[in-house]
């Protein structure tokens, strides 16, 4: 298990540094607003749509976001950390801070399955008892040291090319969030690749099957249309073997 | 039914029946947790000593004054609600929009509801979107929450 802090600095950082995906410089002005059903979502912020159904996120661009309980319009907390199973590559769900200035972690997590919506503006949940206290969540939200890391590792395909290094997770919004593809940079820039259950994972290297390959896109749009043509030629990969997180 | 603006009833004097004093003015609408149903008014003071008539005690809600029953359904309150309300940390007016997806849609510019029962009607955004009271699923401090 694996919190993908280091991850999420990197992305931040390298937007702060005006690094674009593809290497080159971008703006943070208007001109990296973007349009999805009719409404704006800032690129900079890591905000996408990827097709009319399919509506992807990096994982970075979560923190902070408030968590907002749906019975009683209140901020209950925000997202500090998200917290990602690398072994079986699916989003596990998030740790929290207090709301507010100077405000510490709060002592509570949120599953992933607790998850109403997630959105480019907050994160919905029923009510505060969808949030998981300390003591009540599971291992892998309460201890997230201890297993791989994906952030980081390189990314080899099984033809032995190293495509470059995971930079960040991808994830699927709207209800249950789960994770659909990892970020890969290198020096021609990033490249999105689906997550399957036959990904090898050393903590050093992470190897992209064939069938997986071929689905990768330098482009965020065009992933979220591939992992939509992904799910569908391979029937079989369930949510739990494609790392899906039902 | 008569349709009420909450923007355009704003500083509307209150009244009471019983001593033809003027009472206050409409400062503030405490509206319920659900978002769709008027509880009481703030007509004077803040913090401490605010002042809020309940709907319930309410004779009419017209275009141009707020008649209450007695002078002596004024009455003060130490309930969070009311006092956020007061203070004006937790006003309908105003107030983001946020959808259960987790989009925010906007801004609250004015909220029609029904000057007979204080039912919430309609909220229409600065965008001009109109907000039907069906699609409300509760009001807090941080926003308006609507479905998706």
């Known amino acids: ?246 | 039914m008569s349709v009420q603006s909450m923007k355009d009833s704003l500083k509307e004097k209150v009244v009471a029946v019983d001593t033809a004093d003027d009472l206050g003015k409409v400062k503030h609408y405490v509206v319920a947790t659900s978002g769709v149903q008027i509880l009481r008014l703030h007509i004077d003071g803040r913090r401490g000593g605010a002042q809020f008539v309940d709907w319930d005690d309410l004779s009419s809600f017209g275009d141009d004054r707020v008649v209450v029953t007695s002078a002596d359904a004024v009455h003060e309150s130490d309930d969070e609600r009311d006092t956020d309300t007061a203070k004006g940390d937790l006003n309908i007016l105003g107030s983001r929009v946020l959808s259960t997806a987790g989009h925010e849609l906007g801004e609250v510019k004015d909220v029609e509801f029904d000057g007979g029962t204080g039912t919430v009607m309609a909220a229409i955004l600065k965008s001009g979107t109109r907000i039907e009271a069906a699609s409300i699923r509760s009001l807090g401090r941080y926003a308006l929450v609507v479905n998706a």
Do not use: C
């Open chain 1, 1 to 246: 298990m694996e919190r993908i802090q280091r991850g999420m600095d990197f992305a931040d950082s390298a937007y702060r540094r005006g690094v674009s995906r593809r290497g080159g410089s971008h703006s943070t002005q208007a001109s990296w607003w973007q349009y999805r059903r009719g409404q704006r979502y800032n690129e900079t912020a890591g905000w996408f749509v990827m097709s009319n159904q399919l509506h992807l996120v990096r994982a970075s661009a979560a923190k902070g976001l408030p968590v907002v309980t749906i019975d009683t319009g209140e901020d209950a907390a925000e997202i500090k950390d998200v917290v990602f199973d690398s072994e079986r590559h699916h989003l596990i769900g998030f740790t929290l801070n207090k709301r507010g200035w100077l405000a510490g972690s709060l002592k509570a997590t949120l599953l992933a399955d607790h998850i109403i919506g997630l959105g480019p503006d907050a994160v919905m949940v029923l009510s505060e008892a969808s949030l998981t206290a300390d003591s009540q969540a599971p291992e892998a939200l309460a201890d997230t040291g201890s297993a791989y890391h994906v952030v980081g590792n390189d990314v080899i395909a099984e033809s032995g090319k190293v495509l470059g290094t995971v930079v960040d997770v991808i994830v699927e919004t709207g209800e249950q969030p789960r994770a659909v593809g990892y970020e890969v940079k290198d020096d021609g820039g990033s490249m999105f690749v689906p997550v399957t259950a036959q990904m090898g994972l050393s903590g050093k290297n992470l190897v992209v099957p064939a069938e997986a390959e071929q689905f990768t896109r330098d482009d965020l749009a065009g992933f979220g249309a591939a992992v939509e043509s992904f799910r569908y030629l391979l029937p079989n990969n369930d949510d739990s073997s494609s790392g899906g997180d039902a």
